[in-house]
């Protein structure tokens, strides 16, 4: 069965760090493009971050660009997404994906995870 399961979000202050996980299963992570993708409340999809596979790079989002780092170890089969110097415009359910390539994020197109709550909250 090909699962992600996400893991590490939680309620921290504005200014702190958290470190998400992504486990893969399933399926061999080094052969896939992967994403991180986030809802905040009462919003819609908005991409992240892309983890290429092999040396393809990694990109992010404007709006986070130097405040999260994503990587990925293969031979653990897990993608990571540190986050720091959270604000609360933060706040969201983040997902790992595997990538899309339309204009816009769709929950029925690939695999995703159930998704791990980020609450930044003074």
């Known amino acids: 069965e090909v699962r992600l399961v996400e893991s590490g979000g939680g309620l921290v202050q504005p200014g702190e760090s958290l470190r998400l996980s992504c486990a893969a299963s399933?399926?061999?992570?080094?052969?896939?493009?992967m994403s991180w993708v986030r809802q905040g409340p009462g919003k819609g999809l908005e991409w992240v971050s892309n983890?290429?596979?092999?040396?393809?790079?990694?990109s992010y989002a404007g709006s986070i660009q130097g405040r999260f780092t994503a990587s990925r170890d293969n031979e653990k089969t897990t993608l990571y997404l540190q986050l720091t110097s959270l604000k609360t415009e933060a706040t969201a359910l983040y997902y790992c994906?595997?990538?899309?390539?339309?204009?816009?994020?769709?929950?029925?197109?690939?695999?995703w995870g159930q998704g791990t709550q980020v609450n930044v909250s003074s």
């Open positions: 399933g399926f061999r992570l080094s052969m896939a493009d």
């Open positions: 983890v290429d596979r092999g040396d393809g790079g990694i």
């Open positions: 994906a595997t990538r899309q390539y339309g204009v816009k994020w769709s929950k029925d197109v690939g695999v």
